[in-house]
Protein backbone atom coordinates (compact mmCIF):
# COMPACT_ATOMS: atom_id res chain seq x y z
CA UNK A 1 0.00 0.00 0.00
CA UNK A 2 1.11 3.19 -1.16
CA UNK A 3 1.20 6.14 1.03
CA UNK A 4 1.35 9.74 0.46
CA UNK A 5 2.86 12.33 2.53
CA UNK A 6 0.28 15.18 2.65
CA UNK A 7 0.24 18.50 3.72
CA UNK A 8 -1.70 17.43 6.48
CA UNK A 9 0.29 14.68 7.30
CA UNK A 10 3.21 17.11 7.51
CA UNK A 11 1.82 19.65 9.91
CA UNK A 12 0.18 17.08 12.39
CA UNK A 13 4.23 15.64 12.45
CA UNK A 14 6.11 18.73 12.78
CA UNK A 15 3.29 19.53 15.14
CA UNK A 16 4.46 17.21 17.85
CA UNK A 17 8.05 17.93 18.04
CA UNK A 18 7.43 21.60 17.80
CA UNK A 19 5.36 21.13 21.60
CA UNK A 20 8.19 19.49 22.80
CA UNK A 21 10.84 21.73 21.76
CA UNK A 22 8.61 24.69 23.27
CA UNK A 23 8.18 22.68 26.31
CA UNK A 24 11.81 22.17 26.83
CA UNK A 25 12.87 25.21 25.62
CA UNK A 26 10.87 26.54 28.11
CA UNK A 27 12.29 25.04 31.08
CA UNK A 28 16.02 26.25 29.90
CA UNK A 29 17.72 28.72 31.93
CA UNK A 30 18.22 31.93 30.51
CA UNK A 31 21.16 31.85 27.91
CA UNK A 32 24.17 33.90 28.16
CA UNK A 33 25.03 37.49 26.33
CA UNK A 34 26.02 36.81 22.95
CA UNK A 35 29.42 36.57 22.21
CA UNK A 36 31.00 40.20 20.58
CA UNK A 37 32.78 37.83 18.08
CA UNK A 38 30.32 38.36 15.21
CA UNK A 39 31.98 38.58 12.08
CA UNK A 40 30.50 39.32 9.21
CA UNK A 41 30.36 36.79 6.26
CA UNK A 42 32.09 38.26 2.87
CA UNK A 43 30.77 37.60 -0.34
CA UNK A 44 33.25 37.37 -3.23
CA UNK A 45 31.02 38.17 -6.35
CA UNK A 46 32.41 35.99 -9.20
CA UNK A 47 32.76 38.17 -12.68
CA UNK A 48 31.29 36.71 -15.74
CA UNK A 49 33.39 33.26 -17.13
CA UNK A 50 35.21 32.73 -13.80
CA UNK A 51 35.42 29.84 -12.36
CA UNK A 52 33.55 29.20 -9.50
CA UNK A 53 35.60 27.27 -7.08
CA UNK A 54 37.74 29.27 -4.60
CA UNK A 55 40.64 28.79 -2.85
CA UNK A 56 39.71 29.73 0.99
CA UNK A 57 40.67 27.67 3.34
CA UNK A 58 37.87 26.04 5.42
CA UNK A 59 39.94 27.26 8.02
CA UNK A 60 40.02 30.89 6.76
CA UNK A 61 36.75 31.85 5.95
CA UNK A 62 36.67 35.69 4.67
CA UNK A 63 34.73 37.84 6.65
CA UNK A 64 34.57 41.96 6.51
CA UNK A 65 36.31 42.22 9.88
CA UNK A 66 39.44 39.84 8.55
CA UNK A 67 39.30 41.70 5.43
CA UNK A 68 39.48 45.37 7.17
CA UNK A 69 42.35 43.93 9.63
CA UNK A 70 44.44 42.09 6.91
CA UNK A 71 44.28 45.41 4.78
CA UNK A 72 45.69 47.17 7.99
CA UNK A 73 48.93 44.64 8.68
CA UNK A 74 49.15 44.32 4.86
CA UNK A 75 50.44 48.67 5.04
CA UNK A 76 51.53 48.48 8.47
CA UNK A 77 55.39 48.58 8.39
CA UNK A 78 55.81 47.65 12.17
CA UNK A 79 54.64 44.09 11.38
CA UNK A 80 58.76 43.72 10.46
CA UNK A 81 58.55 43.64 14.50
CA UNK A 82 60.37 46.86 14.72
CA UNK A 83 59.05 50.51 15.50
CA UNK A 84 62.72 52.47 14.07
CA UNK A 85 61.38 54.63 11.52
CA UNK A 86 64.53 53.25 9.64
CA UNK A 87 63.50 49.27 9.58
CA UNK A 88 59.77 49.03 8.89
CA UNK A 89 58.79 47.32 6.26
CA UNK A 90 55.31 46.22 5.21
CA UNK A 91 54.03 44.07 2.20
CA UNK A 92 52.80 47.09 1.19
CA UNK A 93 56.52 48.49 0.62
CA UNK A 94 57.13 45.78 -2.24
CA UNK A 95 53.97 44.86 -3.22
CA UNK A 96 52.54 48.45 -4.81
CA UNK A 97 48.85 48.48 -6.34
CA UNK A 98 49.81 50.41 -8.69
CA UNK A 99 52.26 47.97 -10.09
CA UNK A 100 49.36 44.96 -9.59
CA UNK A 101 51.00 43.96 -6.32
CA UNK A 102 54.64 43.85 -7.26
CA UNK A 103 57.36 46.09 -6.95
CA UNK A 104 57.13 47.13 -10.96
CA UNK A 105 60.58 48.31 -12.83
CA UNK A 106 59.42 51.91 -11.44
CA UNK A 107 59.59 51.34 -7.77
CA UNK A 108 61.16 54.06 -6.17
CA UNK A 109 63.62 52.04 -4.44
CA UNK A 110 64.04 48.73 -6.14
CA UNK A 111 65.81 49.86 -9.06
CA UNK A 112 64.68 48.20 -11.82
CA UNK A 113 62.27 45.89 -10.01
CA UNK A 114 64.74 43.87 -8.21
CA UNK A 115 63.76 44.13 -4.04
CA UNK A 116 65.65 43.32 -1.55
CA UNK A 117 64.98 42.53 2.09
CA UNK A 118 65.64 44.77 5.08
CA UNK A 119 69.15 43.14 5.13
CA UNK A 120 69.96 44.22 1.69
CA UNK A 121 69.76 40.76 0.69
CA UNK A 122 68.41 40.40 -2.83
CA UNK A 123 64.70 38.35 -3.26
CA UNK A 124 66.04 34.71 -5.45
CA UNK A 125 63.17 35.62 -7.86
CA UNK A 126 61.39 38.56 -9.13
CA UNK A 127 57.91 39.09 -7.74
CA UNK A 128 54.66 37.66 -9.30
CA UNK A 129 51.64 40.06 -9.34
CA UNK A 130 49.07 39.46 -6.77
CA UNK A 131 45.69 39.45 -9.16
CA UNK A 132 42.94 37.65 -8.56
CA UNK A 133 44.63 34.71 -6.79
CA UNK A 134 41.73 33.17 -4.71
CA UNK A 135 41.60 31.04 -7.85
CA UNK A 136 45.07 29.80 -7.69
CA UNK A 137 44.84 26.61 -6.57
CA UNK A 138 48.38 25.53 -7.63
CA UNK A 139 50.83 27.25 -4.95
CA UNK A 140 52.56 30.32 -4.94
CA UNK A 141 56.19 31.71 -6.24
CA UNK A 142 57.31 31.05 -9.36
CA UNK A 143 57.44 27.10 -8.10
CA UNK A 144 54.27 26.70 -6.29
CA UNK A 145 56.31 25.82 -3.34
CA UNK A 146 54.17 27.63 -0.52
CA UNK A 147 51.10 25.80 -0.83
CA UNK A 148 48.83 28.96 0.74
CA UNK A 149 48.68 32.42 1.42
CA UNK A 150 48.97 32.15 5.13
CA UNK A 151 52.49 30.60 4.70
CA UNK A 152 53.47 33.22 2.33
CA UNK A 153 52.58 35.88 5.19
CA UNK A 154 54.99 34.13 7.50
CA UNK A 155 57.56 33.24 5.09
CA UNK A 156 57.95 37.30 3.94
CA UNK A 157 57.96 38.17 8.23
CA UNK A 158 60.89 36.02 8.40
CA UNK A 159 62.75 35.48 5.56
CA UNK A 160 66.18 36.86 5.68
CA UNK A 161 65.63 38.94 1.94
CA UNK A 162 62.49 40.09 3.05
CA UNK A 163 61.53 41.33 6.59
CA UNK A 164 63.71 39.77 8.57
CA UNK A 165 62.07 39.41 11.57
CA UNK A 166 60.85 36.95 13.83
CA UNK A 167 56.97 35.62 14.42
CA UNK A 168 57.36 36.52 17.82
CA UNK A 169 58.58 39.80 17.67
CA UNK A 170 56.65 40.89 14.80
CA UNK A 171 53.20 39.66 16.82
CA UNK A 172 54.48 41.13 19.94
CA UNK A 173 54.47 44.67 18.65
CA UNK A 174 51.23 44.17 17.12
CA UNK A 175 49.85 43.12 20.30
CA UNK A 176 51.38 46.51 21.77
CA UNK A 177 49.54 49.14 19.67
CA UNK A 178 46.48 50.03 20.36
CA UNK A 179 43.41 49.11 18.32
CA UNK A 180 44.92 46.47 17.03
CA UNK A 181 43.74 44.10 19.52
CA UNK A 182 39.76 45.38 19.16
CA UNK A 183 40.42 44.12 15.96
CA UNK A 184 41.82 41.14 16.30
CA UNK A 185 38.67 40.44 18.55
CA UNK A 186 36.37 41.18 16.19
CA UNK A 187 37.93 39.45 13.38
CA UNK A 188 39.16 36.15 15.55
CA UNK A 189 37.38 36.13 18.75
CA UNK A 190 40.39 36.88 20.58
CA UNK A 191 42.39 40.28 21.46
CA UNK A 192 45.43 38.02 21.51
CA UNK A 193 47.32 38.83 18.01
CA UNK A 194 48.92 35.17 17.29
CA UNK A 195 51.01 34.57 13.91
CA UNK A 196 48.62 32.78 12.76
CA UNK A 197 45.83 35.05 12.43
CA UNK A 198 48.23 37.82 11.01
CA UNK A 199 48.46 35.68 8.16
CA UNK A 200 45.05 34.37 8.08
CA UNK A 201 43.75 38.48 8.10
CA UNK A 202 46.64 39.41 5.58
CA UNK A 203 45.25 36.13 3.11
CA UNK A 204 41.73 37.41 3.16
CA UNK A 205 43.07 41.19 2.02
CA UNK A 206 44.77 39.74 -0.71
CA UNK A 207 42.04 36.98 -1.62
CA UNK A 208 39.55 40.57 -2.48
CA UNK A 209 41.89 41.57 -5.00
CA UNK A 210 39.69 40.78 -7.94
CA UNK A 211 40.78 42.14 -11.44
CA UNK A 212 37.79 41.73 -13.70
CA UNK A 213 36.99 45.31 -15.62
CA UNK A 214 39.89 45.49 -18.58
CA UNK A 215 39.14 46.58 -21.75
CA UNK A 216 38.59 43.26 -22.81
CA UNK A 217 36.42 42.25 -20.38
CA UNK A 218 34.30 44.70 -21.10
CA UNK A 219 34.56 43.43 -25.06
CA UNK A 220 33.64 40.40 -23.65
CA UNK A 221 30.10 41.82 -22.26
CA UNK A 222 29.43 43.78 -25.18
CA UNK A 223 29.98 47.44 -23.95
CA UNK A 224 32.91 48.02 -26.36
CA UNK A 225 34.41 47.14 -29.36
CA UNK A 226 38.70 46.34 -29.77
CA UNK A 227 40.48 48.01 -32.16
CA UNK A 228 41.34 46.47 -35.49
CA UNK A 229 44.52 46.38 -34.01
CA UNK A 230 43.83 44.32 -30.71
CA UNK A 231 41.40 42.20 -32.75
CA UNK A 232 44.19 40.99 -34.64
CA UNK A 233 46.40 41.01 -31.41
CA UNK A 234 43.71 38.56 -30.01
CA UNK A 235 43.48 36.16 -32.92
CA UNK A 236 47.43 35.92 -33.01
CA UNK A 237 46.97 35.22 -28.94
CA UNK A 238 44.64 32.62 -29.58
CA UNK A 239 46.05 30.48 -32.70
CA UNK A 240 49.17 28.05 -32.76
CA UNK A 241 49.92 29.71 -36.32
CA UNK A 242 49.95 33.14 -34.44
CA UNK A 243 51.22 33.89 -31.49
CA UNK A 244 49.82 30.58 -29.35
CA UNK A 245 49.85 31.81 -26.34
CA UNK A 246 46.41 31.06 -24.90
CA UNK A 247 47.36 27.21 -24.15
CA UNK A 248 49.31 28.58 -21.10
CA UNK A 249 47.78 32.33 -20.42
CA UNK A 250 43.66 32.04 -21.54
CA UNK A 251 41.37 33.63 -23.60
CA UNK A 252 37.57 33.68 -23.63
CA UNK A 253 37.24 30.01 -21.91
CA UNK A 254 40.28 30.64 -19.74
CA UNK A 255 39.80 34.38 -18.43
CA UNK A 256 42.51 34.23 -15.59
CA UNK A 257 44.79 34.31 -18.22
CA UNK A 258 46.84 31.92 -16.92
CA UNK A 259 46.60 28.23 -16.04
CA UNK A 260 48.62 28.73 -12.92
CA UNK A 261 50.31 25.30 -14.00
CA UNK A 262 54.48 25.36 -14.42
CA UNK A 263 56.00 25.22 -17.93
CA UNK A 264 60.02 25.21 -19.46
CA UNK A 265 59.34 27.89 -21.71
CA UNK A 266 62.89 27.89 -23.52
CA UNK A 267 64.87 30.40 -21.93
CA UNK A 268 67.94 28.58 -21.42
CA UNK A 269 69.25 24.96 -22.58
CA UNK A 270 70.80 24.20 -19.04
CA UNK A 271 69.68 23.58 -15.46
CA UNK A 272 72.11 21.08 -13.45
CA UNK A 273 75.52 21.81 -12.05
CA UNK A 274 76.65 25.27 -11.92
CA UNK A 275 73.28 26.24 -14.09
CA UNK A 276 71.05 24.51 -11.19
CA UNK A 277 68.09 27.18 -9.69
CA UNK A 278 66.94 25.48 -6.48
CA UNK A 279 63.81 27.60 -6.98
CA UNK A 280 62.00 25.70 -10.23
CA UNK A 281 59.35 23.43 -10.16
CA UNK A 282 62.00 20.87 -10.35
CA UNK A 283 62.82 21.33 -7.05
CA UNK A 284 59.36 20.59 -5.51
CA UNK A 285 58.18 17.36 -8.07
CA UNK A 286 61.42 15.59 -8.77
CA UNK A 287 60.51 15.23 -11.83
CA UNK A 288 63.15 15.97 -14.40
CA UNK A 289 60.70 17.40 -16.98
CA UNK A 290 60.31 20.74 -14.59
CA UNK A 291 63.61 21.25 -14.81
CA UNK A 292 63.99 24.89 -15.50
CA UNK A 293 60.12 24.97 -15.09
CA UNK A 294 57.97 28.11 -13.43
CA UNK A 295 55.20 29.27 -13.16
CA UNK A 296 52.76 30.94 -16.03
CA UNK A 297 51.74 34.58 -14.43
CA UNK A 298 48.85 35.93 -15.41
CA UNK A 299 48.84 38.57 -18.36
CA UNK A 300 46.14 41.49 -16.51
CA UNK A 301 47.73 44.09 -15.83
CA UNK A 302 51.36 42.37 -17.42
CA UNK A 303 52.83 45.88 -18.31
CA UNK A 304 52.84 47.19 -15.02
CA UNK A 305 54.47 44.27 -13.69
CA UNK A 306 57.72 44.44 -15.00
CA UNK A 307 60.84 43.20 -15.21
CA UNK A 308 59.71 39.74 -17.15
CA UNK A 309 60.44 35.91 -15.86
CA UNK A 310 61.55 34.60 -12.66
CA UNK A 311 64.93 36.28 -12.98
CA UNK A 312 63.48 39.72 -14.60
CA UNK A 313 65.44 38.95 -17.57
CA UNK A 314 63.09 41.12 -19.83
CA UNK A 315 62.61 44.58 -18.74
CA UNK A 316 59.70 45.65 -21.42
CA UNK A 317 57.17 43.66 -23.09
CA UNK A 318 59.08 44.09 -26.17
CA UNK A 319 61.76 41.77 -25.03
CA UNK A 320 59.28 39.53 -24.24
CA UNK A 321 57.37 39.31 -27.37
CA UNK A 322 60.99 39.37 -29.38
CA UNK A 323 62.03 36.46 -26.90
CA UNK A 324 58.92 34.38 -28.06
CA UNK A 325 58.94 35.71 -31.36
CA UNK A 326 62.54 34.71 -32.50
CA UNK A 327 64.88 33.78 -29.34
CA UNK A 328 63.26 30.45 -27.47
CA UNK A 329 66.00 28.53 -26.40
CA UNK A 330 65.93 24.06 -27.13
CA UNK A 331 66.40 21.47 -24.03
CA UNK A 332 65.04 18.30 -23.43
CA UNK A 333 62.66 19.80 -20.76
CA UNK A 334 61.40 22.38 -23.00
CA UNK A 335 57.41 22.05 -22.21
CA UNK A 336 55.48 20.06 -25.35
CA UNK A 337 53.71 23.04 -25.48
CA UNK A 338 56.59 25.26 -26.96
CA UNK A 339 56.43 23.72 -30.38
CA UNK A 340 57.53 26.31 -32.08
CA UNK A 341 60.96 25.77 -30.66
CA UNK A 342 61.66 23.96 -33.93
CA UNK A 343 61.95 27.45 -35.89
CA UNK A 344 63.55 29.15 -32.54
CA UNK A 345 59.52 30.93 -32.36
CA UNK A 346 56.53 31.87 -33.33
CA UNK A 347 58.29 34.10 -36.03
CA UNK A 348 55.89 37.40 -35.30
CA UNK A 349 56.24 40.22 -38.38
CA UNK A 350 56.72 43.96 -36.69
CA UNK A 351 53.21 44.46 -37.23
CA UNK A 352 51.71 41.12 -35.59
CA UNK A 353 54.31 41.84 -32.71
CA UNK A 354 52.39 45.14 -32.10
CA UNK A 355 48.74 43.55 -32.67
CA UNK A 356 49.93 41.33 -29.87
CA UNK A 357 51.07 44.11 -27.77
CA UNK A 358 48.09 46.18 -28.43
CA UNK A 359 45.64 43.10 -27.18
CA UNK A 360 47.65 42.70 -24.40
CA UNK A 361 47.25 46.11 -23.55
CA UNK A 362 43.74 45.59 -23.35
CA UNK A 363 43.76 43.25 -20.43
CA UNK A 364 45.03 46.81 -18.48
CA UNK A 365 42.55 47.48 -15.40
CA UNK A 366 42.58 50.60 -14.25
CA UNK A 367 40.05 50.13 -11.67
CA UNK A 368 42.07 47.45 -10.33
CA UNK A 369 45.28 49.06 -9.75
CA UNK A 370 43.38 52.04 -8.13
CA UNK A 371 40.77 50.70 -5.94
CA UNK A 372 40.51 52.36 -3.14
CA UNK A 373 39.65 49.32 -1.21
CA UNK A 374 42.76 47.84 -1.71
CA UNK A 375 44.94 50.49 -1.12
CA UNK A 376 46.26 52.04 2.04
CA UNK A 377 43.82 53.20 4.72
CA UNK A 378 43.75 56.91 5.86
CA UNK A 379 44.79 55.96 9.45
CA UNK A 380 46.04 52.81 10.92
CA UNK A 381 44.39 51.76 14.25
CA UNK A 382 46.27 53.95 16.58
CA UNK A 383 45.71 56.97 14.55
CA UNK A 384 42.35 57.20 14.76
CA UNK B 1 -7.70 15.17 22.46
CA UNK B 2 -5.93 11.97 22.85
CA UNK B 3 -7.33 10.31 20.45
CA UNK B 4 -6.42 13.58 18.05
CA UNK B 5 -2.89 13.21 19.50
CA UNK B 6 -3.11 9.34 18.84
CA UNK B 7 -4.02 9.96 15.45
CA UNK B 8 -1.13 12.88 15.09
CA UNK B 9 1.73 10.32 15.93
CA UNK B 10 0.11 7.55 13.56
CA UNK B 11 0.25 9.82 10.59
CA UNK B 12 3.55 11.42 11.67
CA UNK B 13 5.22 7.35 11.80
CA UNK B 14 3.52 6.80 8.55
CA UNK B 15 3.55 9.80 7.08
CA UNK B 16 7.18 9.82 6.86
CA UNK B 17 8.24 6.35 5.87
CA UNK B 18 9.29 6.74 1.93
CA UNK B 19 8.14 3.62 0.02
CA UNK B 20 9.10 2.78 -3.39
CA UNK B 21 8.30 0.41 -5.80
CA UNK B 22 9.93 -3.02 -5.81
CA UNK B 23 11.49 -2.41 -9.50
CA UNK B 24 13.23 0.65 -7.97
CA UNK B 25 14.62 -0.79 -5.16
CA UNK B 26 17.37 -2.72 -6.68
CA UNK B 27 20.65 -1.09 -7.70
CA UNK B 28 22.75 -1.13 -10.56
CA UNK B 29 26.07 1.07 -11.41
CA UNK B 30 28.39 1.38 -13.72
CA UNK B 31 32.09 2.30 -13.20
CA UNK B 32 33.73 3.99 -16.14
CA UNK B 33 37.95 3.10 -15.52
CA UNK B 34 40.40 4.60 -18.16
CA UNK B 35 43.98 3.65 -19.23
CA UNK B 36 46.49 4.06 -21.44
CA UNK B 37 48.57 1.61 -23.72
CA UNK B 38 50.88 1.89 -25.84
CA UNK B 39 51.58 -1.53 -28.24
CA UNK B 40 49.83 -3.29 -25.78
CA UNK B 41 51.67 -1.87 -22.35
CA UNK B 42 50.92 0.54 -19.87
CA UNK B 43 52.00 3.94 -20.95
CA UNK B 44 55.51 5.31 -19.70
CA UNK B 45 55.17 9.01 -20.25
CA UNK B 46 58.12 11.44 -21.10
CA UNK B 47 60.21 8.60 -22.62
CA UNK B 48 61.28 8.41 -25.70
CA UNK B 49 60.49 4.66 -26.20
CA UNK B 50 57.86 4.33 -28.80
CA UNK B 51 58.06 4.41 -32.53
CA UNK B 52 54.55 4.64 -34.65
CA UNK B 53 53.30 3.16 -37.90
CA UNK B 54 55.18 6.12 -40.25
CA UNK B 55 58.52 5.03 -38.05
CA UNK B 56 58.81 8.47 -35.94
CA UNK B 57 60.03 7.98 -32.45
CA UNK B 58 58.49 9.67 -30.09
CA UNK B 59 57.26 10.11 -26.30
CA UNK B 60 54.14 11.27 -24.66
CA UNK B 61 54.00 13.81 -22.16
CA UNK B 62 50.12 13.78 -21.45
CA UNK B 63 46.74 13.03 -22.82
CA UNK B 64 43.79 14.71 -21.63
CA UNK B 65 40.02 14.28 -23.68
CA UNK B 66 36.59 14.59 -23.63
CA UNK B 67 34.10 11.74 -23.95
CA UNK B 68 30.16 11.97 -23.84
CA UNK B 69 26.97 10.63 -25.18
CA UNK B 70 27.76 7.65 -23.35
CA UNK B 71 24.85 5.14 -24.55
CA UNK B 72 24.42 1.25 -23.47
CA UNK B 73 22.35 -0.80 -26.34
CA UNK B 74 19.96 -3.32 -24.84
CA UNK B 75 19.61 -6.54 -26.59
CA UNK B 76 16.27 -5.68 -27.50
CA UNK B 77 17.11 -2.64 -29.58
CA UNK B 78 16.31 0.37 -26.87
CA UNK B 79 19.11 2.30 -25.83
CA UNK B 80 20.02 4.15 -22.45
CA UNK B 81 21.89 7.24 -22.59
CA UNK B 82 23.74 7.84 -19.24
CA UNK B 83 23.21 11.25 -17.54
CA UNK B 84 21.94 13.39 -20.54
CA UNK B 85 23.42 16.28 -20.63
CA UNK B 86 26.11 15.94 -17.34
CA UNK B 87 27.68 12.78 -18.88
CA UNK B 88 30.46 15.07 -20.70
CA UNK B 89 33.53 13.17 -18.79
CA UNK B 90 37.27 14.76 -18.94
CA UNK B 91 39.91 12.58 -18.01
CA UNK B 92 43.53 13.22 -17.47
CA UNK B 93 46.74 11.07 -17.48
CA UNK B 94 47.89 13.17 -14.85
CA UNK B 95 45.05 13.31 -12.65
CA UNK B 96 44.01 9.40 -11.28
CA UNK B 97 40.84 10.70 -10.27
CA UNK B 98 39.52 11.74 -13.46
CA UNK B 99 40.22 7.96 -14.57
CA UNK B 100 37.18 6.26 -12.80
CA UNK B 101 33.63 7.81 -13.67
CA UNK B 102 30.92 6.06 -11.09
CA UNK B 103 28.28 7.00 -13.27
CA UNK B 104 25.50 8.25 -11.13
CA UNK B 105 22.59 6.36 -13.19
CA UNK B 106 20.50 3.57 -11.78
CA UNK B 107 21.04 1.34 -14.98
CA UNK B 108 18.18 -1.10 -15.87
CA UNK B 109 19.38 -4.55 -15.27
CA UNK B 110 19.31 -6.93 -18.20
CA UNK B 111 21.37 -7.95 -21.52
CA UNK B 112 23.72 -4.75 -23.27
CA UNK B 113 24.85 -5.77 -26.87
CA UNK B 114 27.53 -2.60 -26.99
CA UNK B 115 28.40 0.16 -25.43
CA UNK B 116 28.87 3.34 -27.56
CA UNK B 117 30.55 7.13 -26.99
CA UNK B 118 30.81 10.62 -28.52
CA UNK B 119 35.06 11.16 -28.51
CA UNK B 120 34.87 14.79 -27.77
CA UNK B 121 31.42 16.67 -27.23
CA UNK B 122 28.91 17.08 -29.94
CA UNK B 123 28.12 20.33 -31.97
CA UNK B 124 24.96 20.65 -30.02
CA UNK B 125 26.51 20.42 -26.23
CA UNK B 126 29.93 22.19 -27.23
CA UNK B 127 29.54 25.24 -26.04
CA UNK B 128 31.96 27.77 -24.64
CA UNK B 129 32.03 28.65 -21.13
CA UNK B 130 30.17 25.61 -20.31
CA UNK B 131 32.91 24.75 -18.05
CA UNK B 132 33.89 27.61 -15.68
CA UNK B 133 36.82 25.65 -13.26
CA UNK B 134 39.62 23.81 -13.75
CA UNK B 135 41.05 21.54 -15.72
CA UNK B 136 38.09 21.10 -18.09
CA UNK B 137 38.07 24.98 -18.66
CA UNK B 138 41.92 25.08 -19.52
CA UNK B 139 40.45 22.59 -22.26
CA UNK B 140 38.46 25.58 -24.45
CA UNK B 141 39.00 26.05 -27.72
CA UNK B 142 39.43 29.30 -29.20
CA UNK B 143 36.46 31.40 -30.66
CA UNK B 144 38.19 32.30 -33.56
CA UNK B 145 38.71 28.61 -34.35
CA UNK B 146 35.25 27.50 -33.69
CA UNK B 147 34.70 27.81 -29.66
CA UNK B 148 34.30 25.08 -27.43
CA UNK B 149 36.83 22.78 -26.33
CA UNK B 150 39.60 20.38 -27.33
CA UNK B 151 38.19 17.03 -27.68
CA UNK B 152 41.50 15.95 -27.00
CA UNK B 153 44.86 17.19 -26.00
CA UNK B 154 47.83 14.80 -26.69
CA UNK B 155 51.11 16.22 -26.24
CA UNK B 156 54.45 14.62 -26.72
CA UNK B 157 57.57 14.61 -28.69
CA UNK B 158 59.47 13.39 -31.50
CA UNK B 159 62.48 12.79 -33.05
CA UNK B 160 62.16 14.87 -36.41
CA UNK B 161 63.51 14.18 -39.64
CA UNK B 162 66.91 16.00 -38.41
CA UNK B 163 67.20 14.15 -35.35
CA UNK B 164 66.18 17.22 -33.19
CA UNK B 165 63.59 15.86 -30.14
CA UNK B 166 60.65 18.20 -31.31
CA UNK B 167 57.39 18.97 -29.48
CA UNK B 168 53.79 17.87 -31.17
CA UNK B 169 50.35 18.67 -29.89
CA UNK B 170 48.20 16.44 -31.28
CA UNK B 171 45.06 18.40 -30.65
CA UNK B 172 41.47 17.93 -31.91
CA UNK B 173 38.66 20.01 -32.10
CA UNK B 174 36.64 22.00 -34.14
CA UNK B 175 38.35 21.97 -37.87
CA UNK B 176 37.88 25.50 -39.58
CA UNK B 177 37.88 25.68 -43.81
CA UNK B 178 39.87 28.40 -45.14
CA UNK B 179 39.97 30.42 -47.79
CA UNK B 180 43.51 31.70 -47.52
CA UNK B 181 45.77 30.18 -45.11
CA UNK B 182 45.49 30.62 -41.47
CA UNK B 183 43.41 33.62 -41.82
CA UNK B 184 39.66 33.99 -43.74
CA UNK B 185 37.91 31.32 -42.04
CA UNK B 186 35.20 30.45 -44.01
CA UNK B 187 33.35 27.71 -42.25
CA UNK B 188 33.83 25.18 -39.49
CA UNK B 189 34.21 21.22 -39.60
CA UNK B 190 32.45 19.09 -36.09
CA UNK B 191 34.76 16.78 -35.78
CA UNK B 192 33.52 15.03 -33.23
CA UNK B 193 32.71 11.18 -33.88
CA UNK B 194 30.91 8.04 -32.41
CA UNK B 195 32.86 5.22 -31.31
CA UNK B 196 30.99 1.87 -30.54
CA UNK B 197 33.69 -0.44 -28.02
CA UNK B 198 34.57 -3.43 -29.15
CA UNK B 199 34.04 -6.52 -27.05
CA UNK B 200 31.73 -4.55 -24.84
CA UNK B 201 28.90 -6.34 -24.13
CA UNK B 202 27.48 -7.38 -20.66
CA UNK B 203 24.52 -8.76 -18.48
CA UNK B 204 23.62 -6.21 -15.67
CA UNK B 205 22.33 -8.31 -12.99
CA UNK B 206 19.85 -6.82 -10.47
CA UNK B 207 21.90 -4.56 -7.59
CA UNK B 208 25.17 -5.52 -9.55
CA UNK B 209 28.01 -2.98 -9.86
CA UNK B 210 30.13 -3.33 -13.52
CA UNK B 211 33.28 -2.12 -14.04
CA UNK B 212 34.09 -1.45 -17.45
CA UNK B 213 37.57 -0.51 -18.13
CA UNK B 214 38.03 1.40 -21.30
CA UNK B 215 42.21 1.66 -22.74
CA UNK B 216 43.03 3.51 -24.67
CA UNK B 217 45.92 2.51 -27.65
CA UNK B 218 47.84 5.89 -28.29
CA UNK B 219 49.42 4.01 -30.97
CA UNK B 220 46.16 3.63 -33.20
CA UNK B 221 46.29 7.30 -33.16
CA UNK B 222 48.69 6.91 -35.97
CA UNK B 223 48.46 3.80 -37.62
CA UNK B 224 45.15 2.98 -39.41
CA UNK B 225 44.29 3.49 -41.29
CA UNK B 226 45.96 5.88 -42.16
CA UNK B 227 49.54 6.36 -41.44
CA UNK B 228 50.31 9.73 -39.67
CA UNK B 229 53.43 11.08 -40.00
CA UNK B 230 54.74 13.99 -37.43
CA UNK B 231 57.22 15.03 -40.34
CA UNK B 232 54.69 15.64 -42.46
CA UNK B 233 51.92 17.46 -39.88
CA UNK B 234 54.60 19.19 -37.69
CA UNK B 235 54.06 20.36 -34.06
CA UNK B 236 50.64 21.44 -34.22
CA UNK B 237 47.20 20.91 -35.95
CA UNK B 238 44.55 22.97 -34.23
CA UNK B 239 44.49 25.01 -37.74
CA UNK B 240 45.19 22.17 -40.02
CA UNK B 241 41.65 20.29 -40.62
CA UNK B 242 43.16 17.80 -43.08
CA UNK B 243 45.02 16.16 -40.25
CA UNK B 244 42.52 16.66 -37.33
CA UNK B 245 40.69 14.35 -40.34
CA UNK B 246 43.31 11.58 -40.33
CA UNK B 247 43.24 12.17 -36.80
CA UNK B 248 39.63 11.48 -36.15
CA UNK B 249 39.21 8.68 -39.03
CA UNK B 250 42.05 6.63 -37.00
CA UNK B 251 40.14 7.71 -33.72
CA UNK B 252 37.70 4.79 -34.39
CA UNK B 253 39.89 1.99 -33.41
CA UNK B 254 41.88 3.79 -30.75
CA UNK B 255 39.61 1.75 -27.73
CA UNK B 256 38.77 -1.31 -26.54
CA UNK B 257 37.05 -2.93 -23.49
CA UNK B 258 37.38 -5.23 -20.56
CA UNK B 259 34.31 -5.59 -18.75
CA UNK B 260 35.11 -6.95 -15.34
CA UNK B 261 32.84 -8.70 -13.48
Redesign the interface.
Same mark, same amino acid.
Request: glycine share 10%; hydrophobic share 35%.
Given at each position: M =??K??Y *? =??R? =?L !??PLIVILLLSSCKKEAPAPSPYQPTPYQIEIPF???? @?LNIPADNPMTVEGIELGRYLFYDGRISGRTHPDSLMSCGTCHLQANAFECGIDHPTYTGGFPYGITGKPTPHVMLPMINLIWN *?TGYLWNGAVLNIEDLVWMGVVAEHEMNSDTNRAKEVIQQIPGYPELFQKAFGSETVTMKNIGRAIAQFIRTFISANSKFDRYLHGEVQLSPSEISG??LF?? $? $? !?A?C??CHG !??? @?PLFT??LFYNNGKDSLFTGPYEDPRDRYHVTGD /? +?DYGAYKATTLRNIAVTGPYMHDGRFATLDEVIEFYSHHLV?S /?Y? @? /?? +? *? *???NGGVQLTPSEKADLKAFIATLHDEEFLTNPAFGPPEKFPDEK | MTQR?L???V??C????K?TPPDEQSQQKIILSFDFRVDGEKLQT #?TMIYINEAGNHYLV??IQFFISDVTLHHTDGSTYLIQEWKDIHYIDSDLPETQTWNVFDNIPAGSYQSISFTFGINEEKNQ??M????PE?????? &???G?G?HYMKL???WL #?ENQ??????F?LGIGQIYYSY?DSITGFVQNYFQITLPNSSFTMEKNQTKEILLIMNIENWFRSPNTYDHDKW???I? &?KQDAMRLACENGQDVFTTVVKK
Open positions: =SRIT *H =SVA =S !GIGFPT @N *HFITT $E $E !GDFH !GYG @NTH /P +MW /PI @N /PL +M *H *HIT | LLIILFFGCKE #DNESLFLNPSFMFWP &QYLGYNGK #DQISPFNHPGGNM &Q
